[in-house]
């Protein structure tokens, strides 16, 4: 039997044992999955070499330090800088990006058609990075909103960046949330206010807890097609699978039931 982890600093909270665990039972997949918390990578890189670990995926705050440990990272977690999932090989760490996948099999869902589309991401932080790529191979034009445009011109090329006040003055597409401001329990919080989401014709937050934000619930208040993160979420977990036992999985269910186990009697994932 396989075994694959998900590696981080304090993230009993998470739910990719379950998500992982129900992917196993819809497939014929014979694995287990758990978390291996510790707040020090190089350990956490000691303690998978000296086991029988197949695959693994990296969370808060390993996604970029993990890099230099690879043997290879493909070509759009170089792009990224960041690294969510690896696969084992003979010791040896392959690592890849499924958050920059889980986001184009959103994009999918939401049926939105990115070319020479204006998409706003909100944040500049590894989310927001797999983001852009997604909107760049989309042949969508990103413009990144933060609150210190100079400081991180250098993190994307050729790259509008703007700061929230301009944002004001703006119009697009897509307004995507790639900040962590309105998690539990701070659900009363939105990273923008009625006045610029109105201004959007989708809304994308990459935040799946609580399952509808304020910032989702204010697009809904507008008419706005919303989705929340949990589907991109579950797709990344999908695509590490594939990535680690070199298949293709089919979804068709594993998407409803994963939702309807997240949201079981109106609960938010914790």
């Not at 992917?23 to 014979?30: E, L, P």
């Not at 003979?90 to 020479?116: A, C, P, Q, R, V």
């Not at 068709?252 to 186990?261: A, D, G, M, Q, T």
């Amino acid at each position: 039997m396989k075994k694959f982890v998900l590696i981080g600093n304090n993230i009993n909270y998470s739910f990719s044992p379950i998500l992982h665990t129900m992917i196993f039972n819809s497939t014929s997949i014979k694995a287990t999955y758990s978390i291996l918390d510790n707040n020090n990578i190089a350990n956490i890189i000691t303690n998978i070499k000296n086991s029988d670990i197949s695959g693994f995926n990296v969370t808060i705050p390993y996604k970029e330090n993990i890099i230099k440990f690879l043997a290879y990272i493909s070509p759009e977690a170089l792009e990224i800088g960041a690294v969510n999932c690896v696969k084992v090989i003979n010791g040896k760490f392959f690592g890849y990006n499924t958050d920059y996948l889980g986001i184009l099999e959103t994009f999918k869902k939401m049926n939105l058609s990115l070319k020479n589309k204006k998409v706003f991401i909100l944040g500049s932080g590894g989310a927001a990075k797999a983001c852009w790529k997604s909107i760049v191979d989309c042949d969508g034009i990103p413009i990144i909103v933060s609150r210190n445009p100079d400081e991180i011109s250098h993190l994307f090329k050729n790259t509008k960046i703007i700061s929230y006040i301009d944002l004001i003055n703006e119009k697009g597409y897509l307004l995507i949330n790639a900040t962590p401001i309105g998690t539990y329990p701070n659900i009363n919080e939105s990273p923008v206010d009625e006045g610029i989401i109105q201004n959007f014709d989708f809304l994308l937050d990459l935040i799946y807890n609580p399952k509808e934000t304020k910032f989702i619930k204010i697009g809904k208040k507008y008419k706005k097609i919303c989705e929340n993160g949990l589907f991109m979420l579950i797709s990344q977990g999908v695509k590490s699978e594939e990535i680690w036992n070199n298949l293709s999985i089919n979804t068709n269910n594993i998407y409803s039931k994963l939702i309807n186990i997240a949201y079981n009697k109106n609960k938010e994932v914790k």
